[in-house]
């Protein structure tokens, strides 16, 4: 980059922003003590949240083109990451099957699901649109904001879509737009996408699926022996919009997820003009096909050079989701063997629910808030990190649970098994777990 700098000619940086190095080292020294302050993701005894650092490659690819700081709102603002945009978002719409597509990189999951949304409601004005109780949040919040009526269709004890529900809500003719989910938040739950769109068309509406967690799983989903459910994910070929995050399966940092549109035509509800920033081509912005404006270009280089080293194959990135897969497998097979830890439900995905043994649901909530203290609380070259997930009396029972609830709502144990390392040390995660349990019998 410095040799590119350097074909321009010298000159001198403005004196305003020199800094003192002695006080630059002090200071980098207080950012990396306050880091410390900080759970680690990077770890394969870190098996809480949906965390994990980006791939180095994706590292090389943002700080690279950062250092011109590209801004992919227009094309003027960075031609070339523009252009590497256009072509991930290509790769991401023929990984799922889009014979054709309109899309674009986004800051978030949140932010592309809020486009597919204002889509929905543009295309579909006065209709309801139609998500799983146990779709993430930002449906109902996202549908608040945009003046849209949206319902929460119940789950079935799988935690996916009731099917029976939506189609008695279908029947009413109210629902423009039933947005279905490849892997929930909270348990990785697949919706039947093949069914919904089934469903979907025989009364007219359309289908959304947010599979800003689980799209990637798209790359294994034909392997038959790691047990992803294949017609969910084929499914997402006939649907009408996707969100994909990248930044959660497709090893890049934050700041990257994206919205697939199949009809090209939505970009009518996006276009403007504006009398500043377009000026050099005839060609689309991507700026006037997204709500955002300002957007990092580096985010579009890092995935684009992440994706000509593990690109978007089966072999590619699907063999860095398949060891999570098989470590939620394998380790629910050690919990459904043990007498400590019960399995909530079977794993759809890489997230694992479980919980210890009790006779009462206050117990199992104490049990899990002190196994997630207790692990944290130990040395680093100890420590575990699991996280918990609330659940309530009816959700036990629907999954076959014989507990007394004698609370209405209890934290059980959840793990996200994303990052590929996790395989191997299934065997020792599972005996940290029991022996925490066994230092209390809370
Ligand atoms: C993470 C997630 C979101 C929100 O995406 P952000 O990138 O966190 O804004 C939406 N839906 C699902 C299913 C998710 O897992």
Redesign the pocket.
Known sequence: MAGWMDEYGDFSPHPSLDVEVGALERAADELRTRLRENYPFFHPRYIGQ?LKPPHPVAVIGYVTAMLVNPNNHALDGGPATARMEKEVVSQLAAMFGFDQHLGHLTS??????LEALFVARETHPGKVVAYSAD??Y??ARMCRLLGVDGRAVRTVADGTMDLQALKELLRTGAVGTVVA?T???GLGAVDPVHQIVALCRRYGARVHV?????GFFRLIADDGADGVAAAPFTAIADCDSV?I?P??HGLQP?GC?AVLFKDPGVARHYLHDSPYTYFTSDELHLGEISLECSRAGAAAAALWLTLRLLPLTPEGLGAVLRPGRRAALAWSRHIAASEQLSLYQHPQLDILTYYPTRDRLSQVDRASAHLLARGMQLPPAQSLFVATYSVDAAALAARGHRLVADVPHGRILRSVLMKPETEQHIPSLHQQVLDLLGDSQG
């Open positions: 949906m978030s999951g949140t932010i592309a699901n779709a993430h930002t449906h989910t892997g929930t938040t947010d599979a800003a967690y689980g969100v995050d930044h959660k934050y997820g």
